[in-house]
């Protein structure tokens, strides 16, 4: 057999990768039951929900998602194809169409055992990772329920480290910086900015062990925004303050979230003489609707009144260098599934995140079935 052969990547044991992202509103009758989706059983103030609904209105009631999914989910096939690794891609949602459950009963029908899942949230948080197990194991009890055979179901790790993931946002704080006035460049702040989460879920983020302190949802953030800033200074040689804050903050005003919110901040660093900031949304992978509303809109007005000129820096999005960490984390999971030696790529201080979420991982605040971890029901 020639060598070639050898060298083709195989994703063995898995048969099918899962894109599982948000979901968004399509047009503007979508937005009310988007809405309800999202917040069935949450107890989110209708005040806010009315807001929330005019971000999208304003919009047409079109969230740019869906789009950004779709093309993500282009850039993993080509990506897949140009490097021979023969692995189908799917895509299903939390809170609209295409549903998960739906996605994944297509791919049992498929004939496909083995299913990795690639979720749009690079972070710790019951947001960002449990509540995605908590709807894969909604969606396997409801395949149960019709009878058919449950796939085997397992996450891809966290990826907020990888440089595929890394890199794209590094060259897009240099362009927003570049795309700066000359005279404001320089003296520029970075306001690294991520959805704010109650303190609650915050702290008790990532494995039990490192509960406590904002756990991993805070810890992580800070190691991606000081790699950014540390290679924002090795390439441009000057050295730009920097500052974690969160955005899109919900819930009843008296459940303490994490802070500072991005406005508060932005009048803050005006205050204290700050010519310019970049805000740099490094806890989102596309520029979905929170990106777009709470930084592009609400944001950017702020800085307007307050005279403060800002940029808002590009996620990661279907940057095809994110579509090859995608697959050399699908081939690096594959090779542990099937008992080879991996080093997992990660930068930073922290180390490549587990791969099997352990018991207590991000708890919810009322407990319930989660697959694809160490407390899966499902095996
Ligand atoms: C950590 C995190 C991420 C990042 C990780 C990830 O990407 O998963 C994220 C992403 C997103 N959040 C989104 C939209 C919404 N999030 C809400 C509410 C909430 N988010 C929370 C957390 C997060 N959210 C939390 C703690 C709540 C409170 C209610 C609850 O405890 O669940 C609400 C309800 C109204 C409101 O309160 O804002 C909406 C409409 C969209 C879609 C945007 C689009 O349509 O383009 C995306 C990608
Ligand atoms: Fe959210």
Known sequence: MP???????????????????????????DVVPFLENVTRGRGIPKERLKEVGQHYFQFGGVSPINDQ???????????????????????????????????LRDIVR?????????????YASYSGCRQYRENLADALAQLESEGLDLPKVDKLRHYFNHPGFV??????????????????????????????????????????????????????????????ADA?????????????????????PHVPWLEPDICDHLEERHAAGVPAVVMAPIGFVSDHMEVLYDLDTEA?????????PVRRSATVGA???????????????????????TTPCALGALGASHDVCPVGCCPARAPRPAAAGADSPYA
């Open 167 to 228: 890199e794209p946002m590094i060259e897009g704080v240099l362009r927003s910086l570049a795309d700066l006035p000359e005279e404001v460049r320089d003296g520029a702040h970075i306001a690294f900015s991520t959805h704010s989460i109650p303190d609650s879920a915050a702290d008790t983020s990532g494995p039990v062990e490192g509960h406590g302190d904002g756990g991993a949802y805070v810890r992580q953030h800070l190691d991606v925004a000081r790699l950014i």
């Open 69 to 103: 999914n779709r093309a993500l989910l282009e850039a993993l096939r080509k990506d897949f194809a140009d490097h021979g690794l023969d692995l189908p891609v799917y895509w299903g949602n939390r809170n609209w169409a295409p549903y998960l459950t739906d996605t």
């Open 3 to 29: 060598d070639v052969l050898d060298a083709t990547p195989d994703a063995t044991p898995y048969d099918a990768l899962l894109l599982l992202s948000f979901g968004g509103p399509e047009g503007p009758d």
């Open 232 to 252: 924002v200074r090795e390439r441009t040689g000057v050295d730009h303050p920097w500052r974690l804050v969160y955005q899109s903050r919900s819930g009843a």
């Open 300 to 308: 950017t007005a702020k800085a307007a009144e307050l005279g403060l």
């Open 319 to 341: 940057d095809p260098r994110f579509a090859a960490a995608v697959r050399e984390l699908v081939l690096e999971r594959a090779a542990t599934e099937s008992g080879q030696r």
């Open 110 to 122: 498929d004939g496909h055992h083995r299913v990795l899942v690639l979720a749009t949230s690079a």
